[in-house]
C-alpha cells in the first residue's frame, strides 16, 4: 500500500456562516466551498474553475512581443527560410517540441529540430548547436522551454545572421535587451494575466497566436491539448486558471483518433489501453517513460516518438522508452538506497550526499526522495571527475 509523509495542516478558523452562505448560493456542498476557499477560489473564479472551456483561455496577443514573434515567423514562411525548433530534454520541453513540430507540419512548413544533450551539452542554447545550425543554413531558430536565460547566446546566434524567438517559462533573471523577441509571462513588461503556464503552455500561446494570423481552424489546433496536457502536468506548474483548461481539456482527449500516433503507443505500452487517462496515468506512468530518454540518454527519440505517422516505428519506439524507464527506476532505487547509507546518523538542517558513480540525470529524483522522506533540504551531487 502507497502511503505518504506529507504533512497536512488543516485551516481551523473557517467562517462557518459564509460557508453556509456561498453553498446556498452556489448550490455546492459545504465542503466543496472550504476546498475552493481553501484554494482562493472567489466568486469570478469560480465558473472557469469549475467549468473549464476552450473560450475561457486568454487572447494570446496579451503575451508582450507575441506580435513581434507571429510576425517574425510568418516573414520566416513567407520568405521560406530554414525553421528550427530547440527544445529542452525534459517532458516540458519534449512536448512543447513535439507540439510546434505538428503544427509546423500542419500548415505545411518544413522545419528542423534539436535538443541538446543533458550530460554533453547541459540546460538551454548552447554555441556549438546554434553553429550546426548556422551550417545547416537555419534562418530562425524558436525555442521551447529554454532560452531566457541564454541571453549572450541568443545574441551569438544573431551575429551570425539568424533571428532567435525565445519561448520560456523559467524566471527572468537578467535585463532583456528591447530588441530581442521573448515570449515568458514572467517577463516584467509582460502584463499577460495568467503567469503560470508551462512552456509547452507558453508554446501553445503561440501556435494559437499564428492559427488566429492565418485561420488556421479552432478543432485542429484543439488537437494538440493532450500534448499541453501532458507537458504542463509533466512540470508540476499550478492547476488554475489556463492551466486548468489546458490539462481538463487535454486529458479529454487522450487516446483519441487525432492523438499523436506514438502517444497510443505509448499509452498501450504502459498498460493504459481501454483505461480512462487522468492526471495521475498522464503525470506519473506516461510522463516518466517520456522523461527518461532525457534522463538517460537523448531526448530526441521522445520526440522522434510523438511525430512518427507509422505502427510499426511507434511500438518500437515506445518500448524503447520503457525499457529505458525500467533502467532509470533500477538505478533510482539503487542510488536512493546509497544516499541514505551515506547519511549521518544525526539528521541535521541540511543534507548533503555525492557519490561519483551516480547518474547525473537521476540525482534530482534522489534529492527529492531524501527531502519528502526525511524534511530537509537536500543536495545531492554526481562528482564527475
Known amino acids: 500500500m502507497e502511503t505518504t509523509r506529507s504533512r497536512w495542516i488543516p485551516r481551523k478558523n473557517w467562517d462557518e456562516e459564509k460557508c453556509e452562505f456561498l453553498s446556498r448560493k452556489w448550490k455546492l456542498s459545504p465542503i466543496l466551498v ?15 474553475y469549475l467549468n473549464p472551456s476552450f473560450d475561457k483561455l486568454y487572447d494570446p496577443f496579451l503575451m508582450h512581443d507575441m506580435e513581434k514573434a507571429v510576425n517574425r515567423i510568418l516573414l520566416s514562411i513567407n520568405r521560406r527560410e530554414k525553421i528550427l525548433i530547440y527544445g529542452d530534454y525534459d517532458v516540458d520541453g519534449i512536448t512543447a517540441t513535439s507540439l510546434l513540430l505538428k503544427f509546423m507540419r500542419d500548415i505545411k ?13 547541459g540546460y538551454g542554447l548552447n554555441q556549438d548547436a546554434i553553429k550546426k545550425a548556422y551550417r545547416k543554413g537555419i534562418k530562425l531558430i524558436i ?45 516584467p513588461a509582460c502584463s499577460y494575466p495568467f503567469k503560470e503556464l508551462a512552456g509547452v503552455g507558453v508554446a501553445f500561446k503561440l501556435c494559437q497566436a499564428i492559427a488566429k494570423k492565418i485561420n488556421f481552424p479552432e478543432e485542429k489546433l484543439k488537437s ?38 506514438g502517444l497510443r503507443a505509448l499509452i498501450s505500452t504502459a498498460g493504459l489501453s481501454g483505461r480512462k487517462i487522468g492526471e495521475r496515468e498522464a503525470g506519473y506512468i506516461i510522463a516518466p517513460r517520456l522523461n527518461a530518454c532525457g534522463r538517460l540518454s537523448v531526448a530526441r527519440t521522445a520526440v522522434k516518438l510523438m511525430l512518427t505517422e507509422t505502427s510499426k516505428e511507434a511500438f518500437f519506439l515506445a518500448r524503447k522508452l520503457d525499457r529505458e524507464n525500467s533502467r532509470r527506476q533500477s538505478m533510482e532505487k539503487k542510488m536512493c538506497e546509497e544516499a541514505e547509507k551515506n547519511l549521518p546518523e544525526k539528521i541535521k ?11 547525473p540525470g537521476v540525482v534530482g529524483l534522489v534529492a527529492s526522495y531524501i527531502k519528502d522522506k526525511y524534511y530537509r533540504p537536500t543536495v545531492v551531487f554526481s562528482i564527475n571527475e
Open 224 to 261: 494538440y491539448l493532450d500534448l499541453v496536457a501532458l507537458g504542463t502536468l509533466a512540470d508540476l506548474v499550478l492547476l488554475k486558471d489556463e492551466n486548468r483548461v489546458l490539462v481538463k481539456l487535454g486529458l479529454e482527449r487522450l487516446p483519441s483518433s487525432t492523438t499523436p500516433l
Open 34 to 48: 472550504k476546498l475552493l476557499l481553501n484554494r482562493n477560489i472567489d466568486e469570478d473564479q469560480l465558473d472557469s
Open 349 to 359: 538542517s541540511v543534507l548533503v550526499v555525492a557519490n561519483k558513480n551516480w547518474h
Open 143 to 187: 525555442t521551447c522551454d529554454c532560452g531566457v536565460s541564454s541571453l549572450k547566446e541568443v545574441k551569438f546566434a544573431r551575429s551570425l545572421g539568424m533571428e532567435v524567438v525565445v519561448t520560456d517559462h523559467h524566471q527572468v533573471e537578467n535585463p532583456i535587451p528591447p530588441d530581442f523577441t521573448v515570449l515568458n509571462p514572467h517577463k
Open 109 to 121: 512548413v518544413p522545419s528542423y529540430y534539436y535538443i541538446p544533450h543533458r550530460e554533453n551539452e
